[in-house]
T-cell receptor
Framework: GIQVEQSPPDLILQEGANSTLRCNFS?????LQWFHQNPWGQLINLFY?????KQNGRLSATTVATERYSLLYISSSQTTDSGVYFC???????????WGAGTKLIIKP | DVKVTQSSRYLVKRTGEKVFLECVQD?????MFWYRQDPGLGLRLIYF???????EKGDIPEGYSVSREKKERFSLILESASTNQTSMYLC???????????????FGDGTRLSIL
């Protein structure tokens, strides 16, 4: 089955810094989502982005499906951006989302 | 906005009890999912359902069962709770009837279940 790898596993930044999180996947996908899990455990949809580029405020994401990766950009980081960022993909013949291990982001004031 | 509601945010039960976790979605979604999340192991799929009264095993179904009598409600049942079922449980839904039409999954806030 499909493999999903995220990097880096951990990231510590000062408030105001920019960051790029990466998600690599091993096969073609028809669904790719980025999630943010806050320190209280709530899992929030950020982007549904099987291909192309989307932006939402300080966050943007790009998926290059032909090269099997997706990037999540966070600009001007705030402490509320802290948490774990997950990438999850679904391959063409399966209901299941396959999850990456996540990137743990800590934004220091 | 899609709303996925899990009945409890925190739950404490005893070993051997039968435990019910309830999930309701308000968007007429076809698919519903139950995951558990444990430190270092990420999200693992327990069961999913693609229609009323239909269910499929996920990666870790042992010790669990599910019920989907109505389209909007998907229940996870721990038949005889054990301490290794202490975890965060997350419910999700998505609208596609055909898997290839692909739509995003939307999650509830999670239930932190402790089995003593």
């Amino acid at each position: 089955g499909i493999q999903v790898e995220q990097s880096p596993p951990d990231l510590i930044l000062q408030e105001g810094a920019n960051s790029t999180l990466r998600c690599n996947f091993s096969d073609s996908v028809n669904n790719l989502q980025w999630f943010h899990q806050n320190p209280w455990g709530q899992l929030i949809n950020l982007f549904y982005i099987p291909s192309g580029t989307k932006q939402n405020g300080r966050l943007s994401a790009t998926t290059v499906a032909t090269e099997r990766y997706s990037l999540l950009y966070i600009s001007s980081s705030q402490t509320t951006d802290s948490g774990v960022y997950f990438c999850a993909c679904r391959e063409d013949s399966n209901y299941q989302l396959i999850w990456g291990a996540g990137t743990k982001l800590i934004i220091k004031p | 906005d899609v709303k996925v509601t899990q009945s409890s945010r925190y739950l404490v039960k005893r070993t051997g009890e039968k435990v019910f976790l309830e999930c309701v979605q308000d968007m007429d979604h076809e698919n519903m999912f139950w995951y558990r999340q444990d430190p270092g192991l990420g999200l693992r799929l327990i069961y999913f359902s693609y229609d009323v009264k239909m269910k499929e095993k996920g990666d870790i179904p042992e010790g669990y069962s599910v019920s989907r009598e109505k389209k909007e409600r998907f229940s996870l049942i721990l038949e005889s709770a054990s301490t290794n079922q202490t975890s965060m449980y997350l419910c999700a839904s998505s609208p596609d009837r055909e898997w290839h039409s692909n739509q995003p999954q939307h999650f509830g806030d999670g239930t932190r279940l402790s089995i003593l």
